[in-house]
Every structure is written in structure tokens, then in C-alpha cells.
Nanobody
Framework: QVRVVESGGGLVQAGGSLRLSCAAS????????MGWFRQAPGKEREFVAA????????DYGDSVKGRFTISRDSAKNTLYLQMNSLKPEDTAVYYC????????????????????WGQGTQVTVSS
């Protein structure tokens, strides 16, 4: 069983940066893919970024492409989300998620494809 715990959220001014961390524990085979989603009040959960845990080409949501970077430290079993040039519309609860199976095509962006979720961390961007 894999468990993921997010940290690093907070309040930042527009144009600023934050780095989120996701500490993963459990079998590596249970986190084939790992990613970040976010959910703002009154909105559906939105795909942010994801990649295979073993590496490869990451995928990003259109609204964050060029501003956010997903990375991982295998030795620390930690996934990161570096967020730059933050905008007020980036305000949301950010969730880390892990998928135990291969995610092909657009499935990497589908929240239903991930079977382990963290509790979320709040990111608030002030204007």
C-alpha cells in the first residue's frame, strides 16, 4: 500500500513562487505514475502535472505549462511541484496522487486513473 503526504502550501503574492513536496511511502510498484491535481472552491478537480515515477517526459495542464515543473528525488521518495509566476487563479487545494498502473495517452490527466491521494495542501495567491 502506498501513502502520499503533501506539504509546502501557503500564501504568496502574485508573481511569486512556491515548491510543493509529496512524500511517498510504500511499494514503488504501487506508484507507477505520480501527479498533481488541484481543486478550487466550486470547481472540479483539475489536472496540473504528472510523470512516470521512473522518469520520462512529464505532462502538464495547459494553464500551468511553462510556469510549473514536476520533478522527483528517488532517493528521498519525494515528488515536487515547483510553481513560478503564480497567479490568483492558481489558488486551490493541491493534491498529490499515485497510480499503480500504466497510464497511456490522456489517462495520465484523468483523476479516476489514480488510486492513492494525499490530504491536500492549500495554495493561496493574492493579487
Amino acid at each position: 500500500q502506498v501513502r502520499v503526504v503533501e506539504s509546502g502550501g501557503g500564501l504568496v503574492q502574485a508573481g511569486g513562487s512556491l515548491r510543493l513536496s509529496c512524500a511517498a511511502s510504500g511499494r514503488t510498484s504501487s506508484r507507477y505514475f505520480m501527479g498533481w491535481f488541484r481543486q478550487a472552491p466550486g470547481k472540479e478537480r483539475e489536472f496540473v502535472a504528472a510523470n512516470e515515477w521512473s522518469g520520462g517526459r512529464p505532462d502538464y495542464g495547459d494553464s500551468v505549462k511553462g510556469r510549473f515543473t514536476i520533478s522527483r528525488d528517488s532517493a528521498k521518495n519525494t515528488l515536487y511541484l515547483q510553481m513560478n509566476s503564480l497567479k490568483p487563479e492558481d489558488t486551490a487545494v493541491y493534491y498529490c496522487a499515485a497510480a499503480s498502473g500504466f497510464l497511456g495517452g490522456h489517462n495520465i490527466r484523468a483523476s479516476w486513473a489514480y488510486d492513492t491521494w494525499g490530504q491536500g495542501t492549500q495554495v493561496t495567491v493574492s493579487s
